[in-house]
């Protein structure tokens, strides 16, 4: 711990005088080689033990499966990005677009359905960058319920390979990022588990595997 706090402070005197930083070692594991469905399953398994609902299904299967996780929490209206795909609108739910929704009227919808960025198998992580399917950074921190679109082919193995996916985009847009792990809870009380501090209650997430042979969960 002490070492790494000294490298650390080290490197901000070296920096207000100017001097150049030496290059930060970077002989962690980077990637991770396993087949893609493998990381796929992993991802499904990391997610559920973060006691998120998660179900891998065929994209002609995806409106019903929205619907359902929507009856499941008896939850019928749900805050959207604009841009979400015509595909993912179920039509027995009623949608409300993010014209400049404010915390109040986010706190009255029921849910909010999104897509994400990429997604983490290793940490079971969703990331979102405020993409034209995720939308604002408040729509996925305020309703109680947040069901997330995953698509199978943006499931990387690590945190690295995920840092590379958003790169440009960060760079390009300067939108911020959040990673999801599971619902937000918290044990700092009391080594009580809580839910709902500072984001949803439940996070219901579902894989599009529509390239994928379909294997048990």
Known sequence: MSTARDAILDRIRAAKHGAIAPPV????????????????????????????????VRTDELTAAIAAAASRH??????????????????????????????????????????????????????LSAGPHEGRRILSLVPD?????????QVVGTVPEAIAVLAPTVRSTH??????SGPSATSDIELQRVEGVH???????????????????
């Open 74 to 127: 008896a939850a019928r209206r749900f805050a959207i990005p604009l841009q979400l795909p015509d595909e993912w609108r179920p039509p027995e739910l009623e949608l409300v677009a993010d014209e400049s929704l404010t915390p109040r009227e986010l706190d009255a919808v029921d849910g909010v359905i999104t897509g994400c960025t990429a997604a983490v198998a290793e940490t079971g992580t969703i990331v």
């Open 145 to 153: 319920l947040h069901i997330c679109i995953v698509g199978a082919d």
């Open 175 to 180: 939108h911020p990022v959040t990673l999801i």
């Open 25 to 56: 070692p970077r002989d962690y594991r980077q990637s991770d080689e396993r087949p893609h469905a493998e990381l796929v399953s992993l991802f499904h398994e990391r997610v559920d033990a973060y006691k998120a609902e998660v179900e891998r």
């Open 199 to 217: 984001g949803p209650r439940k996070l219901v997430v579902l894989v599009i595997e529509s390239n994928l042979t379909r294997e048990p969960a």
